[in-house]
């Protein structure tokens, strides 16, 4: 009988054959773990592996700022980031009564650590240095960011970023905002931080600061609704090759994000995207550029 290293070999093809039938012996490649996941991940609608079986868990903090959301009620479906929450959550096979809202505060969605949501939406730039913590989709808007000034204020009279490095800035801590002000600005004095944008259009309208930055469909709403002493001075131009847009937040390791930055694309791809940034940030208008 013809040996093979010892073992008979029709006792090899035996084994070879039962180890066939029990889905195979040959070791396989090691599947990558990473935030991003495999893109022929299974995303059988509503079948996912969401923190809450059977369930999507939407974070948000709280207040949820108009024009992103509406009566501070995220739920609504009302308001540019619930109505994509939404949008995204049907792609993926969830109706609207399986959708879960839970209040995140801003810094804690991005922060390192798990996450007990399945993703977040809020107004969340993308970035490298967040990229370190935690997972984003694909991009869901594409950001400007603007300037706010009372308009008896000398900021309203500015017409280049040169005109705004001496006066008082302010804006949320933790935002690309507050970025924007130290890395492109550069002004004379320090800026003034604030936990969330409502302290920061008090202090303006308090004359503690000249300025406020926020993007740009806040800007025209906070002046429109909120602020009608102020007025949108101007918007920063692109300053990169990555422009900046605003992402859903996962958990670094989440297997979900594929199959959310899927969903995102085709949202994007067939008007979807567009048609709700028409809807609810129509009144976000072009504004005068910095340079």
């Not at 059977?54 to 959301?69: C, E, N």
């Not at 240095?129 to 960011?145: L, N, P």
């Not at 949320?172 to 604030?194: M, R």
């Amino acid at each position: 009988m013809l040996l093979v290293d010892r073992v008979p070999l029709t006792a090899l093809c035996a084994a070879v054959a039962l180890c066939a039938a029990l889905a195979g012996c040959s070791p396989q490649p090691e599947e990558k773990a990473s935030g991003k996941g495999d893109a022929s991940a299974s995303c059988a609608p509503g079948k996912l592996a969401t923190e809450v079986p059977g369930k999507l868990t939407v974070g948000t903090d709280k207040p949820a700022y108009a024009p992103w959301f509406v009566d501070d009620k995220p739920s609504s479906g009302k308001g540019f980031e619930s109505a994509v929450a939404y949008a995204v959550a049907k792609r993926l096979g969830y109706d609207r009564d399986a959708v879960v809202w839970r209040t995140v505060p801003f810094n804690s969605s991005f922060a390192p650590g798990a996450k007990k949501f399945d993703f977040d939406i809020n107004q969340v730039s993308i970035s490298e240095e967040r990229e370190k913590a935690v997972a984003f989709s694909s991009g869901y808007y594409d950001v400007r960011q603007a300037v706010i000034a009372l308009k008896s204020s000398k900021a309203a009279r500015a017409k280049s970023v040169a005109d705004l490095k001496d006066v008082k800035l302010g804006a949320q801590v933790g935002t690309t905002s507050l970025d924007f002000i130290n890395e492109v600005v550069k002004p004379a004095q320090h800026p003034a931080v604030y936990q969330k944008n409502d302290f920061a259009k008090s202090a303006l309208k308090n004359g503690q600061v000249d300025a406020i930055v926020v993007d740009l469909p806040t800007a025209f709403y906070i002046t429109g609704a909120e602020v009608p002493e102020a007025e949108v001075v101007g918007q920063f131009p692109d300053s990169g090759a990555r422009p900046e847009q605003f992402g859903l937040v996962l958990d670094r390791e989440s297997a979900l994000t594929p199959c959310v930055s899927h969903a995102v694309d085709a949202l994007r791809e067939d008007g979807t995207l567009a048609g709700l940034e028409k809807k609810w940030l129509s009144e976000a208008v072009d504004a005068p550029v910095l340079r």
